[in-house]
């Protein structure tokens, strides 16, 4: 158990309507980070939050968006679903800032999203 | 930006022989390296990594990994296969923006171990 929690498990949309994501991270982590685990792309990087401001921007669609809130959980809002949103998400934390750190991510089980 | 190259989506190995996954990483600053599994249906857990000093890193399950920095390789090594070994296994590097990191990762290797 990495102390990651994400909800839901799965997920099961059709096209065009908005999902969210949730998760918690690991008890002091200050930073979330957001990736996207499909077939075709791997695991490609979505988005990071360090305590509650946006700190990275990888591969993440104007459709989709996250924030952070002051109790450090976060969620990842998903809009205007197509086919190929279809994937896992994973979110994953880390205790953020300086000082001997060497960037090692803990992660959560996932979501696996599925668009019909 | 870094990236990471594994060569073999898919190795498949007897029972008790040598698994050997690949990984070659691009960087512009001296890495840090990882390697991950993946077990079906689960999440992605923490096998080993390389930060400095001794090159050949020792990880959970028997794993081991030796950065050579001429080779820009990381790659991943255990003498004897079991059948828990089946998973996929990713190596990832660390991009850092002054104190600021992320994981950038390969496309995975699925290993599949026959009995």
């Known amino acids: 158990d990495s102390g990651v929690t994400q909800t839901p498990k799965h997920l099961i949309t059709a096209t065009g309507q908005r999902v969210t994501l949730r998760c918690s991270p690991r008890s002091g982590d200050l930073s979330v980070y957001w990736y996207q685990q499909s077939l075709d792309q791997g695991l490609q990087f979505l988005i990071q939050?360090?305590?509650?401001?946006?700190?990275a921007k990888g591969n993440i669609l104007e459709r989709f968006s996250a924030q952070q809130f002051p109790d450090l959980h976060s969620e990842l809002n998903l809009s205007s679903l197509e086919l190929g949103d279809s994937a896992l998400y994973f979110c994953?934390?880390?205790?953020?800032?300086?000082?001997?750190?060497?960037?090692?991510?803990?992660f959560g089980e996932g979501s696996r999203l599925t668009v019909l | 930006a870094q990236s990471v190259t594994q060569l073999g989506s898919h190795v498949s190995v007897s029972e008790g022989a040598l698994v050997l996954l690949r990984c070659n990483y691009s960087?512009?600053?001296?890495?840090?390296l990882f390697w991950y599994v993946q077990y079906p249906n689960q999440g992605l857990q923490l096998l080993l990594k390389y930060t400095t000093g001794a090159t050949l890193v020792k990880g959970i399950n028997g794993f081991e990994a030796e950065f050579k920095k001429s080779e820009t390789s990381f790659h991943l090594t255990k003498p004897s296969a079991h059948m828990s070994d089946a998973a996929e296994y990713f190596c990832a590097v660390s991009d850092r923006q002054g104190s600021n990191y992320k994981l950038t990762f390969g496309k995975g290797t699925l290993l599949t171990v026959n009995p």
């Open positions: 960087s512009s600053v001296p890495p840090y």
């Open positions: 939050y360090y305590n509650g401001e946006e700190r």
């Open positions: 994953a934390s880390r205790r953020g800032g300086s000082g001997g750190a060497t960037g090692e991510l803990f």
